[in-house]
C-alpha cells in the first residue's frame, strides 16, 4: 500500500487521539509539538494555531470588504459561525441604530451597545430597562440629571435639524470625570425599522461618542463621531441603486465649565459642529464625486454633439493659444 500523503490545503480538523497503535506501529503521539516525536511536524511549529485575536480581525477584514447596508445580517452570521465573536464585533463594529418604545412614557428611543445590559436595553426617558431586568447598571443621580438635560436639549435640536427622527442620549460615570454617547436617527416611514420598501429607502445614523475629563474650571473632551449613511431606490424608470458606507471623524477640545449645565452645552456645541461639517463633506466630497462618474459614463446628449462640443472647444483653446 502507498504512504498517505499530508495535503496542507486540507481544512479537516486532526483526529482527536492521544495516540495511534496497531500491528507492527508504536504509539505515537499525534498533538505532540517535540521534534523528537514521531507526528512533529515543522509546519506546525511554523504556524501555531489561530488566537482570538487574529479571529477577530479577520472578521473585521472580512466586514470591511462586505456591503455596508448589510453589516447587521453580515454581524449576525459571524456570530452564529464563532459565538466567542459576538462580545467584541459589537463594540468594534458600528451597526444602524433600532428603535424600541419605552414602556413607562411610550416615546421611542435608540439602542445600541452602551445602553444595553445582556439583552435589554436601558430608556433615557425612564431610566428603566426594556425588557425588564433586577439589577441593570444606571448612571448617578448627578449623571442622571445631566442626562435628562441632554435628552431634552436634543430633542429639541433633531426637530429643527432632521423635523423628525429619534435621538437618545446615554451618559455613565468614569473615573476622572463622565462619558456618554449622543444618537441620531432619522429614516424613510417603512425603512425606520430597516424593512426593504419597493420604491425608495433611506436613513441616516449619527453616533457620537464623547468622554469628558474635568479640570479646574474647564473639561478636556474626546468626540468620536461615526455617520452610517444608506440610500436606496428601485423602479423600472432608473433601475436598482444601492448607495451605502460609513465615515468616522475625531475631534479634541478643551472649553470651560460652570456647572453640569455647561456640560451639556459644550457637548451640544461640539456635536452639531461636526454633524455639519461631516454632513457637508458627504454632500460636496461623495456625491460630488459619484455625481462626476455617472455624469462621465453616461452621456444624455447624443455623442455625434458630445463630440462636435468637444472639436469647438479645442479650436477655440488652439485659437488662443497662436
Known amino acids: 500500500m502507498g504512504e498517505a500523503v499530508h495535503d496542507s490545503r486540507s481544512t479537516a480538523a486532526a483526529p482527536e487521539l492521544s495516540c495511534i497503535e496497531g500491528p507492527g506501529l508504536l504509539a505515537a503521539d499525534v498533538n505532540s509539538d517535540s521534534p523528537n516525536s514521531a507526528a512533529y511536524s515543522p509546519l506546525t511549529a511554523l504556524h501555531p494555531p489561530h488566537t482570538m485575536a487574529d479571529a477577530i480581525d479577520s472578521a473585521l477584514d472580512l466586514l470591511r470588504r462586505l456591503n455596508p447596508k448589510d453589516v447587521r445580517r453580515n454581524v449576525a452570521h459571524l456570530v452564529a459561525l464563532n459565538p466567542a465573536l459576538e462580545e467584541d464585533l459589537l463594540e468594534s463594529v458600528d451597526i444602524p ?11 421611542d428611543f435608540l439602542c445600541c451597545d452602551y445602553n444595553r445590559d445582556g439583552d435589554s436595553w436601558r430608556s433615557p426617558w425612564s431610566n428603566e ?17 445631566m442626562e435628562v438635560r441632554a435628552n431634552e436639549a436634543f430633542d429639541v435640536y433633531r426637530e429643527l435639524y432632521f423635523e423628525g427622527g429619534t435621538s437618545s442620549v446615554y451618559l455613565w460615570d ?17 425603512d425606520i425599522q430597516h424593512v426593504p420598501t419597493s420604491a425608495s429607502s433611506g436613513s441616516w445614523d449619527s453616533i457620537h461618542v464623547f468622554d469628558a ?26 433601475g ?6 460609513n ?26 459642529d461636526m454633524e455639519l461639517k461631516m454632513r457637508n463633506l458627504l ?40
Open 97 to 107: 441604530l433600532t428603535t424600541r418604545t419605552c414602556a413607562a412614557t411610550q416615546r
Open 129 to 145: 430597562f426594556e425588557p425588564p431586568i433586577d439589577e441593570g447598571v444606571t448612571p448617578s443621580d448627578r449623571i442622571r440629571k
Open 174 to 190: 468614569m473615573d476622572d470625570g463622565f462619558a456618554g454617547c449622543v444618537l441620531l436617527k432619522k429614516g424613510t416611514s417603512r
Open 213 to 238: 475629563q474635568d479640570r479646574a474650571r474647564t473639561a478636556h473632551y474626546k468626540l468620536t463621531s461615526t455617520v452610517i449613511l444608506s440610500l436606496g431606490t428601485d423602479s423600472d424608470a432608473l
Open 240 to 245: 436598482c441603486l444601492d448607495l451605502s458606507g
Open 247 to 272: 465615515m468616522v471623524r475625531q475631534v479634541e477640545a478643551d472649553m470651560a465649565v460652570e456647572d453640569d449645565t455647561s456640560h451639556v452645552a459644550n457637548i451640544g456645541r461640539m456635536v452639531e
Open 283 to 322: 454632500q460636496e466630497v461623495y456625491f460630488g464625486k459619484a455625481k462626476d462618474v455617472v455624469g462621465d459614463l453616461r452621456s444624455i446628449p447624443p455623442l455625434s454633439q458630445t463630440n462636435r462640443d468637444r472639436a469647438t472647444q479645442r479650436e477655440m483653446i488652439d485659437s488662443m493659444g497662436r
